[in-house]
């Protein structure tokens, strides 16, 4: 850091812990260190009120790990992460070279907290790189030049929306968003979404609360309106399901376990 700025090109005053952050709070689910009082204190309410709310993580985590197996076991050699959030290891591109270790990774999220953990975590083995970007603003994620260095559109990409949509509201019209984010992934590219949901649980209404004090409110979305945000990307089986039943590892889950994780999960391919 030179003059109040970081390695990544933002200010020091950038850095916002007066604000819970659902990048952190989603580490503090994990079981990491990289969060402030702001995080734990808010991700301890809605832990209070919805317990499960750690499980569902671990099993949203899992469900990335899987997918990326997925998708570079079928010949992926390219992934862009939006969301990418604190590094948690195994991180996307430690998973995705041990079938291939030629893969190369793009990480984007909006937290100076996580580009300051990108150095160390995730951009110091080479092929993989970090930039600052917002969702909503899919061309500008597309411009930067950790995208434009290390992706060739003229071959597939998966692309990684993890946990990341239910932080878009209506209003900013995420099928748009998805629009211009896969409008330049060529045939057998991937589309990697996992999305928060109320169909398994009515109880969102203190997590709801605290997450419109966050750096992002909540906009949990049913299976009918998650399924068209695969539109031009056919899913792979066994389709839209709750993450701990999208290809686990090992025996299915039995009926009734993970009934409580309301997040469903999928991965689409382009023909």
Same mark, same amino acid.
């Given at each position: ?129 970090? &930039?600052?970007?917002?969702? $909503? #603003?899919? =061309?500008?994620? *597309? ?5 434009? /260095?290390?992706?060739? @559109? ?52 203190? &997590?709801?609360?605290?997450? $419109? #004090?966050? =750096?992002?409110? *909540? ?5 009918? /309106?998650?399924?068209? @945000? ?42």
């Amino acid at each position: 850091m030179e003059n109040g700025v970081t390695d990544q090109g933002f200010s020091v005053q950038e850095i916002d812990t007066s604000t819970p952050h659902p990048a952190r709070m989603y580490d503090y689910y994990l079981g990491g260190w990289d969060n402030y009082e702001v995080d734990r204190r808010a991700a301890d309410r809605i832990l209070e009120a919805t317990p499960t709310v750690r499980g569902t993580a671990r099993a949203n985590r899992e469900f990335l790990l899987r997918a990326v197996r997925t998708v570079v076991g079928d010949g992926i050699r390219q992934i862009i992460d939006i969301g990418t959030g604190i590094p948690t290891s195994p991180n996307t591109h430690e998973v995705a070279r041990e079938i291939a270790p030629e893969t190369r990774v793009v990480y984007i999220d909006n937290d100076p907290i996580v580009a300051t953990h990108a150095g160390a975590k995730l951009t110091n083995a080479g092929g993989t790189s970090f &930039a600052l970007g917002d969702v $909503r #603003k899919p =061309a500008e994620v *597309l411009d930067r030049p950790a995208v434009r /260095e290390f992706i060739d @559109f003229t071959k597939p990409v998966a692309l990684l929306l993890v946990a990341v949509l239910h932080f878009v509201k209506d209003e900013e019209d995420p099928a748009g968003i998805l629009a211009t984010l896969t409008e330049r992934l060529v045939p057998g590219s991937c589309l990697v979404i996992s999305h928060g949901t109320l169909d398994f649980t009515d109880r969102a209404d203190v &997590a709801a609360e605290v997450y $419109r #004090k966050s =750096a992002a409110s *909540l906009s949990l979305r049913g299976h009918a /309106e998650i399924l068209p @945000f695969f539109d031009g990307f056919p899913l792979l089986e066994p389709g839209l399901v709750q993450v701990p039943a999208w290809r686990p590892d090992g025996r299915l889950p039995k009926q009734g376990k993970g009934a409580d994780v309301g997040v469903y999960g999928g991965v689409g391919r382009k023909p």
